[in-house]
């Protein structure tokens, strides 16, 4: 019988947050209504092209990352979307975790970041339910004198 502690991770396990607390001490809460979430990281080049070889050469320099999350917005009391959209209008840095499981679970990882929600798109289609993007990037953000840079997280 197959070890189903190594099997592939579906999205739906899959779990996206923002911090309401501290960096030292965080209370994630859930984005319980994100239906797609996704993120990139890239990176800027640095040309390292001579005369010495026939071949174009580079090397990674900044990094960057991009986080996109629709949201499957509700009537009436929807307070992670109140949250979120005050957030964007405000361009207030909010701490996300994007995350391959729950962050109560040891072993989970992915990506933490204090970032800048730069984009809010709201989809009205006639047969499906109200949608909302949300197109998210680092931001600078400094924590007890420290500047907190995105990072890859794993809950131990």
């Known amino acids: 019988m197959a070890n189903q502690t190594q099997r592939p991770v579906t999205g739906l396990e899959c779990k996206s947050y923002y911090n309401a607390g501290t960096y030292a001490s965080p209370t994630w809460t859930e984005l319980t209504r994100a239906i797609n979430v996704s993120y990139g990281i890239t990176k ?10 026939g071949w174009a050469k580079a090397k990674g320099v900044h990094k960057a990352l991009e986080i996109t999350i629709t949201y499957r917005k509700k009537q009436g ?3 992670v ?11 207030t840095a909010v ?10 679970s040891s072993g989970v990882q992915g990506v933490r970041a204090y970032c800048e929600i730069f984009g809010l798109e709201d ?11 949300f197109t ?3 931001t600078y953000y400094e924590d007890s004198g420290t500047e907190r840079d995105p990072e890859w997280y794993e809950i131990s």
Not at 81 to 91: E, K, S, V, W, Y
Not at 95 to 104: M, V, Y
Not at 123 to 133: F, K, N, R, Y
């Open 123 to 133: 989809t009205q289609d006639l047969a499906s339910t109200e949608e909302v993007q």
């Open 44 to 53: 800027d080049e640095a040309d390292q092209r001579s005369r010495s070889s």
């Open 95 to 104: 701490e996300f975790a994007i995350l391959d499981g729950s962050s109560s």
């Open 136 to 138: 998210i990037k680092p």
């Open 77 to 79: 009391t929807d307070t």
């Open 81 to 91: 979307f109140d949250f979120l959209q005050a957030a964007c209008l405000a361009g």
